[in-house]
């Protein structure tokens, strides 16, 4: 699939087009976590593409445009210690649609890479570059010049695709396959993997938390509850937990099965006032 990146039709004066920009730039490996290396990303299980992320963020300096065909000058190489081989890539999505490079803006790019002779990535070390010299010289200023800054122009990183073999490799495998279905909307997948993520580790209320997001998200009001009491505790100890997520999908599924007083005792547990409790608990009805 070929996507184009475009601006609109801007004018800028000379002397600002000029402007010197810095780029930075990084690629992050879905589905993986962090090995032993630096730099180094683990996965689980033979995999028939690689998925990556690659984010682009104007760090100073003025908004620069294309058109930017990234499936022509995005360049990926991967190889193993026998030598590389010739991949496919399909850019998948460009966040924001259309978006050009704005000053201090971020584009994210999702892209996958499959071998050309259809074969998986098996078992073993792979090499990821990731080459930008040809993408960056097609970048221009608003004004139609020349794109002139800084950036690094190549991202390496080491990919370890291993078997599914220990306990913890199984942990790892469930954990990592199920948030990145429920993620993506994909939730029965997630619940598949979650389900079995929970058997394996029923004391982690993270465990839990995913199963209830992925349930209510299901319309299985029930079962989300049970699921989300259960991580409700270990949530209200967590010291770093960031907004009140889990409080309020454990309200919203209580309010779906008609026991509004139980949405209220886990709102006022999460700390929500006494005078928003109602108002929220009917925004959730309203929805």
């Known amino acids: 699939m070929l996507l184009v990146l475009c601006g609109g039709l801007h004018f800028v004066s000379p002397s600002t087009a000029q402007t010197d920009s ?21 996965i689980f299980g033979p995999q028939e593409e690689l998925l990556l992320n690659l984010g682009l963020n ?6 620069v445009s294309g058109p930017l065909t990234l499936s022509e000058h995005l360049r990926v190489t991967i190889s193993r210690k026998e030598g590389s081989f010739p991949v496919r890539l399909k850019i998948s999505v460009v966040d924001p649609a259309g978006a050009i490079l704005a000053e201090h803006g971020t584009v994210h790019v999702e892209f996958s890479i499959r071998r050309e002779d259809g074969a998986p990535f098996s078992v073993g070390t792979y090499t990821v570059e990731t080459d930008l010299s040809s993408f960056f010289g097609t970048l221009q200023f608003l004004n139609g010049s020349r794109w002139v800054g800084r950036a690094k122009t190549s991202d390496v990183r080491t990919v370890v695709v291993k078997d599914v073999v220990s306990l913890q490799d199984q942990v790892h495998f469930y954990d990592l396959e199920g948030n990145y279905h429920l993620g993506r909307g994909h939730y029965a997948e997630a619940i598949r ?5 929970v058997v394996l580790t029923p004391d982690r209320w993270q465990s839990h938390a995913a199963l209830g997001a992925a349930y209510i998200r299901s319309g299985r009001y029930r079962e989300a509850a049970a699921s989300l009491e259960r991580a409700l505790p270990g949530w209200l ?19 779906a099965l008609g026991q509004d007083a139980d949405a209220a005792r886990v709102l006022r547990s999460a700390g929500v006032g006494q005078a928003d409790i109602q108002s929220r608990i009917e925004r959730m009805k309203a929805k």
């Open 193 to 197: 993997n979650l389900e079995r993520l």
């Open 237 to 255: 100890l967590f010291p770093e937990r960031r907004g009140d997520i889990v409080a309020n999908d454990l309200a919203r599924a209580y309010v």
């Open 58 to 63: 104007n760090a100073a300096g003025p908004a």
């Open 22 to 42: 810095s780029i930075r730039w990084m690629v992050t490996v879905d589905k993986s976590l962090e090995g032993d290396q630096p730099g180094e990303r683990v």
